[in-house]
Each structure stands twice: as C-alpha cells, then as structure tokens.
C-alpha cells in the first residue's frame, strides 16, 4: 500500500489558550486548542481530568486508536496519546469515547485498531501540582483510506492554570 503525505503535513501548528480571568478559579474549566496536520485539538482541563478531542479537518480521516503499540503495526501508524507535564500529573489511564474498529490493510500482520471517520475524545483523570503553568503533550495521525498526513509527535500545548 502506497501512503501519500499530503500538502496539509506543512502547516504549522497554531495554539489558542483562554487568558487568565480575575476571578478565575482552579476549579473552572481551562481550554486551549491548536492545529497541525490535519488534525484540531482542543483541550478542556478541569480539576480532575483532561479532554483532548482530536477533529480532523478533512471529512473520510481517522485517528489511530489509544491501544495501538508505540511502533505500530509493521511499523504503521502512531498511536493517539494525551499526556500532562508541569501543574498536572496523571492518576489513571486515558480513555475514548468512541469504539475502536479494525482495519485490515493487505500485507500487515495484524489489523490496526483506528477510531471511526470523524472526531474523537480522549480523558485523562489528572491532579494538580500546585503550580499555575501546565502543559498537554498530544501525539496522533490520522489516515484516509488513501492518504495519511505527517504524524504529530509529542505537540506541547501550554496551559495556564487559574
């Protein structure tokens, strides 16, 4: 199978985070999006979880799922991670709302598990550290059943606590 990178895998990232707001308190929700390749992502961290939804830009595009290997299958495909660094650490392990389905692709080993066309979530259960300065690290791909843009390793959106 032939994977075309896309034009899209150029564009910069652009990040969007919601200013600190006199009154402002930990327990309101804090939002930050960017976008690179393809893919949006908006973050909603509240006082005990972060939501990251992963919003392809192009309609017929999947994202891989949370369970696929770090590798990939045969080397193809980049799992969807959310992480937190600085003022948040994780208490559990990051879920999705949508179910994973299987793609069966000629001359893999295995099928890769992917999320349906369109948008998906994935919840974190964090804590916060105290400090007032975060930031959500996202990796993920996402894949027509023709084209797959660049991968997204490792995009640091910072967050600023209340």
């Given at each position: 199978?032939?994977?075309?990178?896309?034009?899209?895998?150029?564009?910069?990232?652009?990040?969007h985070a919601r200013p600190a707001v006199a009154g402002h308190t930990?327990?309101?929700?804090?939002?930050?999006?960017?976008?690179?390749?393809?893919?949006?992502?908006?973050?909603?961290?509240?006082?005990?979880?972060?939501?990251?939804?992963?919003?392809?830009?192009?309609?017929?595009?999947?994202?891989?799922s949370i369970s696929l290997p770090t590798d990939g299958v045969d080397?193809?495909?980049?799992?969807?991670?959310?992480?937190?660094?600085?003022?948040?650490?994780?208490?559990?392990?990051?879920t999705s709302d949508r179910p994973v389905q299987s793609l069966n692709?000629?001359?893999?080993?295995?099928?890769?598990?992917?999320?349906?066309?369109?948008?998906?979530?994935?919840?974190?259960?964090?804590?916060?550290?105290?400090?007032?300065?975060?930031?959500?690290?996202?990796?993920?791909?996402?894949?027509?059943?023709?084209?797959?843009?660049?991968?997204?390793?490792?995009?640091?959106?910072?967050?600023?606590?209340?």
């Amino acid at each position: 199978m032939v994977l075309l990178v896309g034009a899209a895998a150029l564009v910069v990232g652009r990040f969007h985070a919601r200013p600190a707001v006199a009154g402002h308190t930990p327990a309101d929700p804090v939002t930050a999006s960017a976008v690179q390749n393809g893919v949006q992502v908006t973050v909603v961290v509240t006082a005990d979880t972060v939501q990251a939804t992963y919003r392809p830009q192009r309609p017929g595009f999947h994202l891989y799922s949370i369970s696929l290997p770090t590798d990939g299958v045969d080397g193809l495909g980049i799992p969807t991670r959310l992480e937190v660094q600085g003022g948040l650490r994780a208490t559990g392990s990051p879920t999705s709302d949508r179910p994973v389905q299987s793609l069966n692709l000629p001359g893999l080993s295995a099928p890769l598990p992917v999320y349906p066309d369109g948008p998906v979530a994935i919840t974190l259960p964090v804590t916060r550290t105290g400090s007032t300065s975060a930031q959500v690290v996202v990796s993920y791909g996402a894949c027509s059943t023709s084209t797959c843009l660049f991968p997204v390793r490792a995009l640091v959106i910072p967050i600023r606590l209340g």
